[in-house]
């Protein structure tokens, strides 16, 4: 009631919905809005359930929950008894599959006149370049003969498919700490074993961390910086000095003696070589470094 002569400046009327008949209503529909079926049932939802009936001075237990991505994971393989090759487990590929680059590094022969058509997951279809018949794959003591489709440009070396699955009768194990396993069995001898599987980081850093050793090699001399200038048996000296850090002493049984005439420099050549201060392929090892974290940090 405004009593006369009163001022009125602003008015407004709020509409109170009750919340309980909302959530009933509601109720009686499909998430589509439709209404629902005589004498059906509603699951409720299990964890509103259980925050509906917890105490109120309780605090709930912590719910996990997936991460948006994972790592995929890898195998390496003896490909062709040539070179240890990394393929990509994927079961959701009909075929097994390997890039162009891969297969002429291998200079593996193969047949341009079997083409399929593939279609990738967003719709784009590209063509494959030929088939490689009855290829050998050894991992571990396990030797597979796989049927290997070439494509242009690939994202990955190899991508093993369903065709692998299913001849290994393959048994996958997955960890909650991202690890995976995978068990195969060898269709000729019966033979089962067990493989891990990586990921990029973890092939990178298996990669750097693995000795590998080359030589032996004939120390000329050190230069200011510490490096070492080193020549192959046959004489011929290496290019760049390698790091202190590189080189590892190989004492022989028997003193080697090398002529002068076998090295491809001159003393003048060494005496020169001597005075720079380079410290020899550290820094590239450093460079190498920096990129590689660069690049781990991206993913």
Known sequence: ????????????????????????????FTCGGEPLKLNGSIV???YKVYLCHIHKHSEPDQLMVAKESHAVRLVFNLVDNKEN????VDPGCQIVVMSENVCHALRLIY?????????????EVNQSLSIIRN?????????????IHVIHAAAYDILLG???????ESVVKNFFDEKQTIMIMCPNTGQVTT???????????????????????????????????LAKLDGAMLDQPVGAFRVIPFL???????????????????????????PGDEEEEQEQGESDNEQSGNK
């Open 85 to 88: 090759v990394e393929a990509i």
């Open 162 to 168: 369903r065709p692998f699955d299913v001849l290994t």
């Open 135 to 147: 290829i050998p794959f050894q991992i571990g003591e396990i030797v597979l003969y796989l049927q």
């Open 1 to 28: 009631m405004v009593q006369p002569g009163s001022q009125v400046t602003s008015a407004s009327v709020e509409e109170v919905v009750d919340e309980e008949y909302a959530l009933k209503a509601s109720a009686n």
């Open 252 to 278: 022989a049984r028997k003193k080697i003696i090398m002529p002068e005439e076998v090295l491809d420099v001159t003393k003048k050549q060494l005496e020169e070589i001597k005075k720079a201060e380079e």
């Open 44 to 46: 409720p939802d299990p």
């Open 111 to 123: 047949d341009p006149t079997v083409k399929l058509n593939m279609q990738s997951m967003n719709g």
């Open 195 to 229: 493989i891990p599987t990586f990921t990029q980081i973890e092939k990178a850093l298996n990669w750097k961390m693995r000795p590998w050793y080359i030589g032996p090699y004939v120390v000329l001399l050190r230069n200011k910086g510490g490096a070492y200038v």
